[in-house]
């Protein structure tokens, strides 16, 4: 009986794991997965650091630059691949905004999404 | 003007209550107008690295012809980031002069918040040397919708405030409507003895 129980709380695990893993990342995007960003005012500040990225494609969201859900706690980062794509940067702006970066995925020319580790900052 | 409405005017003016984060982005600037019968208080200020902001404050107290300048510095000086909330400690200060008679003043405090995108609660200490006063300050905020980010976010905020002087303590309690959009902060609070108005807003 126990490993029933098991069974059905990993299959549960792996749908909601499953679920996490499957948004939706766009050609040449960079998302960040932050902590803490709960409040618009605060995430504004977010969306201005990241607007100075040297590697922004700032056609796709115009003047916002950075797309920020917080529903999710994603930012979507468009990206202009002739320029040199620096992950660090971003993190460094968004800890300069004062939240933690906790995940990276990209999806650079359609290769598919990947997770990347996250590098630590210096505080 | 009585000396407790003089003094609940002073805790508008001189307990530096924070609307939002003392400390926001690194580069941040913000603009901040607090309005009421009695008291207008401006400021503007920037955050110069992600834990230490500076500004200026110039206060016109309307009803007694005195006004005072100030220079303000908050500092982080701790915050945790989670998935689901985030919560702060800050230090606050200001160093001043009132403008009438030429005396300087000084403010020291410490403010602590936790929020998520439902709850928020804030309490503040601060200590003024003008009249050897400390005030507690609590908010008690919430939403009823969860706003996303381009939404426009409506907060109801019960916020007391304790205003120690000598041995005696005054009270105040105040219901605050709080407007929330993009970089734009707006604030109404009334409760029959004092109004204010708040406008803010971070670039």
């Not at chain 1, 607007?51 to 979507?76: N, P």
């Not at chain 2, 980031?81 to 403008?99: A, C, D, F, K, V």
Request: charged share 20%; aromatic share 12%.
């Amino acid at each position: 009986m126990n490993k029933y129980i098991l069974g059905l709380v990993m299959l549960l695990a792996s749908f909601a794991y499953g679920q996490d893993s499957t948004f939706n990342i766009k050609k040449n995007e960079l998302v960040l997965e932050v902590n803490g960003m709960v409040c618009a005012m605060c995430a504004f500040g977010v969306q201005e650091g990241l607007s100075k990225l040297s590697f922004l494609d700032k056609k796709k969201f115009k003047a916002d630059g950075v797309e920020v859900d917080l529903d999710s706690q994603m930012i979507y980062i468009p990206i202009d691949l002739s320029k040199k794509v620096d992950e660090f940067e971003a993190m460094q702006l968004v800890k300069d905004a004062g939240y933690d970066t906790i995940a990276i995925y990209t999806n650079y020319d359609s290769k598919g999404i990947k997770k990347k580790s996250v590098p630590k900052l210096a505080s | 003007m009585n000396i407790k409405k003089l003094i609940l005017c002073c805790l508008i003016l001189f307990s530096g209550i924070e609307a939002a984060h003392p400390v926001i982005f690194k580069g941040g600037k913000v603009v901040w107008l607090i309005d009421s019968p009695n008291v207008t208080d401006i400021r503007l200020g920037k955050t110069f690295t992600r834990n230490w902001y500076s500004g200026i404050r110039v206060v016109d107290h309307k009803s007694n012809d005195e006004s005072f300048v100030a220079s303000n510095n908050n500092i982080l000086i701790k915050r945790w980031n989670n998935r689901h909330y985030q919560s702060n400690i800050y230090g606050l200060s200001s160093i001043g002069l009132n403008l009438n008679s030429k005396k300087s003043m000084y403010n020291l405090g410490l403010h602590a918040d936790w929020e998520t995108r439902r709850f928020m609660v804030m309490h503040m200490i601060d200590y003024a040397s003008y009249d050897q006063s400390i005030t507690h300050t609590a908010r008690l905020a919430f939403t009823p919708k969860i706003a996303s980010y381009k939404e426009t976010a409506v907060w109801i905020i019960g916020e007391y405030s304790n205003h120690q002087i000598d041995s005696n303590n005054y009270e105040n309690i105040l219901p605050v409507i709080r407007l929330l959009k993009n970089n734009y902060l707006v604030e109404f609070g009334g409760n029959g003895n004092d109004t204010f108005f708040t406008f803010m807003v971070h670039f």
